[in-house]
């Protein structure tokens, strides 16, 4: 645990030529590779690839892809259409799923909850940062991270991004339009999303420091961000910038840095600015069908703290592509520092596992 601990320390500190942390995003594969023999549900798959036991800890209460919302709404079968069925889930959300599924597919989207102020109105209870079930098991929770700081865990709070959250409450056809129409309910929104966050970090901060704030935003798609630099200027910073400001004033060594990550699928290259303005130093997942290139973007952002940037295609695409793309990205990486590799996404299920084996094996070199 101590190297590993170690390797994370090398990585926030941009030591150049330090040993790789090894992990990935996650898998979309790991039904395939179970019909074929090659794992069970048994199967250690940190041990098999080699992946570093995790030196973060994370804290959560405040959403992830969707609001923070406490309590959840109730799930709900609202229409059975045969073959599919329509629910309401956690979110608020009515949903088109297989019957009887949940998970292992992308599901669609019908319906969501705000349509104006009035929904909203009736629905931002969920979001009261006083709700006694918001803080279930909190005093183990806190114990846990501190012991886990004490230790050397780099300790990252959690956060669904504005624009995440925004589009989980309205979906993303409408709020783009609410933007234009309905002003007033974008900022009622974040005020409240910057209300429930702060009073819950404030919370965190009596027991531990925070050493970084990721924020799932998910703003940009294959050809850039989904509303202007102007409008993120507008409708999010402002609560960005006192949110950080606050976790800043409050800690207990001011000394030590914040690090600010965001999280977005999609073409980010054009939002890296934006969001160099309220302090980001590290960005993920660089997805390259989307003409991100991690070797690109740290020539032209020296200082950025990368993670991701492996095309998940090449994974798919045999062992010389991904042994051509290791040799292209690895060296000139490693010798920057600043970096961990994972797959762009999810690992998809169109590749190997013997191929998937052989990449990890070659990043084990470094």
Same mark, same amino acid.
């Given at each position: 645990?101590?190297?590993?601990?170690?390797?994370?320390?090398?990585?926030?500190?941009?030591?150049?030529?330090?040993?790789?942390?090894?992990?990935?995003?996650?898998?979309?594969?790991?039904?395939?590779?179970?019909?074929?023999?090659?794992?069970?549900?048994?199967?250690?798959?940190?041990?098999?690839?080699?992946?570093?036991?995790?030196?973060?800890?994370?804290?959560?209460?405040?959403?992830?892809?969707?609001?923070?919302?406490?309590?959840?709404?109730?799930?709900?079968?609202?229409?059975?259409?045969?073959?599919?069925?329509?629910?309401?889930?956690?979110?608020?959300?009515?949903?088109?799923?297989?019957?009887?599924?949940?998970?292992?597919?992308?599901?669609?989207?019908?319906?969501?909850?705000?349509?104006?102020?009035?929904?909203?109105?009736?629905?931002?209870?969920?979001?009261?940062?006083?709700?006694?079930?918001?803080?279930?098991?909190?005093?183990?929770?806190?114990?846990?991270?501190?012991?886990?700081?004490?230790?050397?865990?780099?300790?990252?709070?959690?956060?669904?991004?504005?624009?995440?959250?925004?589009?989980?409450?309205?979906?993303?056809?409408?709020?783009?339009?609410?933007?234009?129409?309905?002003?007033?309910?974008?900022?009622?929104?974040?005020?409240?999303?910057?209300?429930?966050?702060?009073?819950?970090?404030?919370?965190?901060?009596?027991?531990?420091?925070?050493?970084?704030?990721?924020?799932?935003?998910?703003?940009?798609?294959?050809?850039?961000?989904?509303?202007?630099?102007?409008?993120?200027?507008?409708?999010?910073?402002?609560?960005?910038?006192?949110?950080?400001?606050?976790?800043?004033?409050?800690?207990?060594?001011?000394?030590?840095?914040?690090?600010?990550?965001?999280?977005?699928?999609?073409?980010?290259?054009?939002?890296?600015?934006?969001?160099?303005?309220?302090?980001? *130093?590290?960005?993920? &997942? =660089?997805?390259? /069908?989307? @003409?991100?290139?991690?070797?690109?973007?740290?020539?032209?952002? $020296? #200082?950025?703290?990368?993670?991701?940037?492996?095309?998940?295609?090449?994974?798919?695409?045999?062992?010389?592509?991904?042994?051509?793309?290791? *040799?292209?990205?690895? &060296? =000139?990486?490693? /010798?920057? @520092?600043?970096?961990?590799?994972?797959?762009?996404?999810?690992? $998809? #299920?169109?590749?190997?596992?013997?191929?998937?084996?052989?990449?990890?094996?070659?990043?084990?070199?470094?």
């Amino acid at each position: 645990m101590e190297r590993s601990i170690q390797k994370m320390q090398d990585f926030y500190n941009h030591v150049p030529g330090a040993d790789i942390v090894q992990e990935e995003f996650g898998y979309y594969c790991l039904d395939r590779w179970k019909r074929e023999g090659h794992i069970t549900d048994a199967t250690d798959l940190a041990a098999l690839f080699g992946y570093d036991p995790p030196a973060r800890h994370s804290l959560g209460q405040l959403g992830w892809c969707e609001a923070g919302f406490c309590p959840v709404f109730p799930e709900v079968i609202l229409e059975d259409r045969g073959e599919y069925e329509v629910v309401q889930d956690f979110a608020g959300r009515h949903v088109l799923y297989f019957k009887g599924r949940r998970d292992g597919f992308m599901p669609e989207y019908i319906d969501h909850p705000v349509k104006d102020m009035k929904t909203w109105e009736a629905l931002k209870w969920r979001m009261d940062p006083t709700t006694p079930e918001r803080y279930t098991d909190f005093d183990a929770r806190m114990a846990d991270a501190k012991a886990k700081q004490a230790a050397g865990y780099h300790i990252i709070q959690n956060l669904v991004g504005g624009y995440m959250y925004l589009r989980s409450l309205m979906g993303p056809e409408d709020l783009l339009y609410k933007f234009y129409d309905d002003p007033d309910l974008i900022h009622a929104c974040m005020q409240t999303w910057f209300e429930l966050a702060d009073a819950v970090i404030a919370k965190h901060q009596e027991h531990v420091q925070i050493d970084e704030l990721f924020m799932g935003e998910d703003i940009c798609y294959n050809n850039g961000p989904l509303i202007s630099p102007d409008m993120m200027r507008e409708f999010l910073l402002p609560y960005y910038q006192q949110l950080i400001a606050n976790i800043k004033a409050r800690q207990k060594d001011k000394t030590k840095h914040l690090f600010i990550q965001i999280d977005t699928d999609g073409d980010c290259r054009p939002v890296i600015p934006v969001y160099q303005s309220i302090g980001m *130093d590290y960005m993920s &997942p =660089f997805e390259v /069908a989307s @003409g991100c290139d991690v070797v690109e973007i740290r020539k032209q952002y $020296p #200082e950025l703290l990368l993670r991701g940037g492996f095309d998940k295609r090449i994974l798919a695409a045999g062992k010389e592509a991904i042994a051509r793309e290791v *040799d292209r990205i690895m &060296p =000139f990486m490693k /010798a920057q @520092g600043g970096y961990i590799p994972s797959c762009d996404h999810g690992v $998809p #299920e169109e590749v190997n596992f013997e191929d998937y084996l052989y990449y990890r094996e070659l990043m084990s070199q470094y």
